[in-house]
């Protein structure tokens, strides 16, 4: 039998730097219950969010990742051409093919480097994050450009009254690189696909063709809250156990930003110190899937709440069901 040449890697991986961009539109909830009967009151109460950004004229999914992109490449001290792999999660995507990763990589100006796109929903970021680190410790690639995008405005629907307050739109991104200690914790990760219909698209595409009806999303939100309000705490927990840490160990809590209520329990059942720094950018940015960890990350170190070096707990959960979570230090 012929032996083959493996590849090889580095020891470990780290998140060399995040970067992230936000549309301009900014509306608040009393533009939202012009559409569904609720109110202002009831959409703080019951899940945090005050306003959201949803794309303005001349946005798009497209230069929202480029712009997340190349804030990361540069606060990385690195050029696109150093970057030898693009991963993209996102859901707001148009085109069944090709995918957008390539497109992006060349407009970065990266040079022949593997892109694909990832569709993980809301732990797509923690998805594309455990496959690049992978990539780096195996030697498949150096430097990984990890991008989570969203554009859920065009998938929301805004009569549904179950829905139309929470989406909205953003990109995050990170360069994942070598490093001579570990800066990534092992990923906790599963789906349940037995409760696909709990977030679903309203019509694929072929329906949509047939019917002129243009899709969005619908949601089971109490049966999604059950899940990660129970099952998904456990997973967070293991998270923290599979890096060898305890609650003590750590200074920021980073989850998806889905509904304060569920970011509250989560804090309950880990039983966090006073002292972790917990990210709530859902107040201001509603939930942009794929896009909340990382921009609730670089939210976090460009205010200066949390800090390079730090211990941070990441979990993203949702549409699938799938989720995944690991423990970072912060670039
Ligand atoms: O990112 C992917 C993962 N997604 C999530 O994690 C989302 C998880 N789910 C949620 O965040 C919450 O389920 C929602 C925010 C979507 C809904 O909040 P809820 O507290 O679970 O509402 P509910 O469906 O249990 O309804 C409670 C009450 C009902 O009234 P009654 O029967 O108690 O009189 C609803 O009719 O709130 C009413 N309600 C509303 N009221 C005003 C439901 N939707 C609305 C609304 N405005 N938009």
């Known amino acids: 039998m012929t032996t083959l040449k493996a590849s090889v890697g580095s020891p470990y991986a780290r998140i060399l730097s995040i970067g992230s961009a936000l549309p301009s539109r900014v509306l608040d909830n009393e533009y939202m219950v012009q559409f569904i009967d609720s109110s202002d009151e009831w959409i703080q109460q019951r899940t945090g969010i005050r306003e959201r950004r949803w794309l303005a004229e001349g946005e798009t999914l497209e230069s929202l990742a480029l712009a997340a992109a190349r804030q990361a490449i540069e606060r990385a001290g690195l050029q696109a051409s150093d970057v030898d792999a693009l991963l993209l999660s996102t859901v707001s ?11 992006l990589a060349d407009e970065l100006g990266m040079v022949d480097a593997a892109a694909y796109d990832i569709s993980a929903a809301c732990a797509g970021f923690c998805y594309a994050l455990a496959q690049a680190e992978a990539l780096v410790r195996a030697g498949s690639a150096r430097h990984v450009l990890v991008i989570g995008a969203e554009t859920l405005s065009q998938l929301t629907d805004l009569h549904d009254r179950g829905t ?22 092992p990923v906790v990760w599963g789906s349940d696909g037995s409760q696909a219909g709990a977030i679903w698209q309203t019509a694929d595409w072929q329906s949509a063709v047939a019917d002129g009806s243009w899709p969005a999303l619908g949601m089971d939100g109490r049966a999604v809250f059950k899940w990660a309000t129970s099952f998904i705490a456990t997973a967070t927990a293991r998270c923290l156990e599979e890096a060898g840490l305890t609650p003590d160990d750590l200074d920021v809590f980073v989850p998806h930003q889905a509904n304060n209520r569920i970011t509250d329990t989560l804090l309950r059942y880990l039983k966090l110190p006073e002292k972790v720094v917990v990210a709530r950018t859902i107040q201001g940015l509603g939930n942009n899937s794929a896009a909340s960890v990382p921009i609730a990350m670089d939210s976090l170190l460009t205010s200066g709440q949390a800090k390079s070096g730090q211990t941070a707990l990441l979990i993203g959960f949702g549409a699938g069901l799938v989720y995944a979570g690991q423990v970072v230090t912060l670039p």
């Open 164 to 185: 139309a307050f929470i989406f909205a739109d953003g990109a995050g991104a990170a360069i994942v690189g070598p490093s001579e200690t570990n800066g990534i914790g």
């Open 93 to 103: 995507h148009f085109h069944q093919t090709p995918a957008l990763a390539p497109k």
